[in-house]
């Protein structure tokens, strides 16, 4: 069985910082491309970064960029997330998410583009 557990938010402020953990099991973790995803307040789903199987390429968000850095531990089976300089717009419900095909690295907000979710973890930026 595919599971994604997301760990590390936090309530911070503005200008703080948080490190996402996502561990991972039940698939071969270094096989697969990871996205995070986030969903902010009474918004849809904003695709944030994703990596490839090789941790060797990694995709921004506009919004993130030059803030977030996204990584990852073969042999931990985790994927994270450095989440730097955070902004009140920062503020969502962060997730983890697998595609379906192992070559595929998803840039997408569609929920649609992604076979596997994590429960999520709660990041929120306020003074």
């Known amino acids: 069985e595919v599971q994604l557990v997301e760990s590390g938010g936090g309530l911070v402020q503005p200008g703080g910082s948080l490190r996402l953990s996502c561990a991972a099991s039940?698939?071969?973790?270094?096989?697969?491309?990871m996205s995070w995803v986030r969903r902010a307040p009474d918004k849809g789903l904003e695709w944030v970064s994703s990596?490839?199987?090789?941790?060797?390429?990694?995709y921004y968000a506009d919004s993130v960029k030059g803030r977030f850095t996204i990584s990852r531990d073969p042999a931990k089976n985790t994927l994270y997330l450095q989440l730097n300089s955070l902004q009140t717009e920062d503020t969502a419900m962060y997730y983890c998410?697998?595609?379906?095909?192992?070559?595929?690295?998803?840039?997408?907000?569609?929920?649609?583009?992604?076979?596997?979710w994590g429960q999520g973890t709660q990041v929120t930026v306020s003074s």
């Open positions: 990596i490839n199987s090789y941790g060797l390429r990694t």
């Open positions: 039940g698939f071969t973790f270094s096989d697969y491309a």
């Open positions: 998410a697998r595609p379906l095909d192992p070559r595929s690295v998803v840039r997408s907000s569609n929920r649609a583009d992604y076979r596997y």
